[in-house]
């Protein structure tokens, strides 16, 4: 029978093929015919409430069918070495799907799979500003607002119509669920009326600070888990100061209860008996963007005298913390903190806690750095190295021009 993606053809005959037939008709899955490598198979038929269905060689089944699309229908312990199998016959990745879960398509990680939660809208992505839509008066309709721009976004993807998505580089052919569901949730602290006691002069979302949003980022927690009794979700808390939200205790209670894992973003000025619990469980993971190693550039760049009382903190959470639970980020900031003082200083810190180290840029500061700064990045780059700290470049936060000069100096 064909299907918006060709004749449906079964590709094994054996025992979970046959337990699963008539499920699989029944979801309008109807196949052909069977195809199995077992020439013993061969031109035998399959008999089921759903129907009587031969069993063909491949060869047979490819000059008979020609659109034929190759259902996996072995268990699915061995179907991705029999996809492995099939591609080296040369059948085509577009001609190989799952009889149940996946499907091979354009997708990225995101789509469908996480859901970001901001003050002013709900997205799938928290890159592009034409995935992003508005809130409505309870959670139910913003849930299926989103599943429904999900699977909009899904179908113009598939059709090849233009969508915000096109030449994103996250944007890349693979094997993903049919129908993905959420999995990672992303709240701004801000949501819950949180706010943020530091002035990085690099923020964004400084101007949000002080407005009253009047959402409850646990109230959309429990509908989640409510609604997605046996999802484990990843939840991300950043943009404002997590530690300062009203909300962050109960948030961190639900996801020790619902045995969730979380990931914070914050500046590490308020130390939280719960953050150090939940590191120490394996459950959380800690992002600090310290940006300096020196007391006079941590308060040049965040507003704040604190970087002695910082990395106190930090030092507090070390000790609790599972190896690269804390990862350091380092935002290169031209002539501020692209000197020898300050890398020393943050890998210091970094080395004492085992953090994992993120060089970066500001995502916002769209002009070539100077020599100077890219060679800082490649400094701290290979220093982090030399301490076994894991480094790694966020490329995607430079320019192109960047990412070349300092993949040159580093390849
Ligand atoms: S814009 Fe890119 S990252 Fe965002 S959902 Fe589309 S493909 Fe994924």
Same mark, same amino acid.
């Given at each position: ?13 054996? @025992? ?25 198979? $061969? ?9 009587? &269905? ?6 047979? #089944?490819?000059?008979? %069918? ?7 229908? /072995? ?9 492995? %199998?099939? !591609? ?19 997708? #990225?990680? &995101?789509?469908?799979?996480?859901? /970001? ?13 034409? +995935?992003?839509?508005? %809130?409505?008066?309870? *959670? ?13 976004? +899904? ?18 052919? @693979? ?33 949000? *600070?002080?407005?009253? %949003? ?13 609604? *997605?009794?046996?999802?484990? *979700?990843? /939840?991300?808390?950043?943009? @404002? ?12 209670? !639900? ?31 800690? $992002? ?35 190896? $690269? ?21 943050? =890998? ?9 180290? $993120? ?20 400094? =701290? ?13 966020? &490329? ?12 040159? #100096?580093?390849?």
């Amino acid at each position: 029978m064909s299907s918006e993606n060709g004749t449906v053809v079964f590709y094994g005959a054996g @025992g979970y093929a046959k337990k699963r037939l008539d499920a699989w008709v029944e979801k309008g899955l109807i196949p052909v015919c069977f195809v199995d490598a077992d020439t013993k198979k $061969h031109y035998t038929w399959i008999e089921s409430s759903s129907g009587t &269905f031969e069993v063909l060689p491949l060869l047979d #089944c490819i000059e008979k %069918y020609p659109d034929f699309t190759l259902y996996l229908s /072995v268990d699915p312990n061995i179907q991705l070495k029999i996809r492995d %199998y099939l !591609l080296e016959l040369g059948i085509e990745n577009k001609r190989i799907l799952f009889t149940d879960e996946d499907e091979w398509r354009l997708g #990225c990680d &995101f789509i469908g799979k996480l859901i /970001v939660f901001t003050p002013d809208f709900i997205s799938t992505c928290c890159v592009k500003p034409d +995935l992003r839509i508005k %809130y409505h008066d309870n *959670f139910e309709d913003d849930l299926e607002a989103y599943n429904s721009s999900v699977l909009i976004l +899904l179908e113009n993807i598939k059709m090849g119509r233009p969508t915000p998505c096109d030449n994103c580089p996250k944007l890349i052919e @693979g094997w993903y669920k049919k129908k993905p569901k959420p999995e990672n949730v992303i709240f701004s602290s801000l949501f819950s009326n949180s706010t943020c006691n530091f002035q990085c002069f690099y923020c964004q979302a400084k101007d949000k *600070f002080q407005v009253s %949003y009047g959402k409850s980022a646990v109230v959309y927690l429990n509908n989640l888990a409510q609604t *997605f009794p046996s999802t484990k *979700f990843g /939840v991300g808390l950043s943009d @404002g100061e997590p530690t300062l939200n009203p909300e962050l205790n109960e948030i961190l209670d !639900l996801v020790e209860k619902q045995k969730w894992t979380c990931s914070i973003t914050s500046n590490a000025s308020v130390y939280n008996a719960k953050i150090a619990s939940l590191l120490r469980q394996g459950r959380l993971s800690l $992002h600090v963007s310290l940006d300096s190693g020196t007391a006079e550039t941590f308060a040049f760049i965040k507003g704040m005298n604190l970087f002695d009382r910082v990395v106190g903190n930090l030092k507090k959470y070390g000790s609790a913390t599972r190896e $690269h639970s804390i990862t350091f980020k380092y935002i290169i900031l031209d002539g501020i903190n692209d000197n020898n003082d300050d890398i020393d200083g943050f =890998l210091e810190v970094a080395a004492e806690l085992n953090a994992r180290v $993120h060089v970066a840029n500001d995502a916002h500061y769209r002009v070539p750095l100077s020599d100077r700064a890219i060679n800082a990045c490649v400094e =701290l780059y290979q220093k982090a190295i030399a301490k076994n700290l894991k480094p790694e470049i966020i &490329f995607e936060l430079f320019i192109p021009v960047d990412r070349k000069r300092i993949q040159a #100096c580093l390849f």
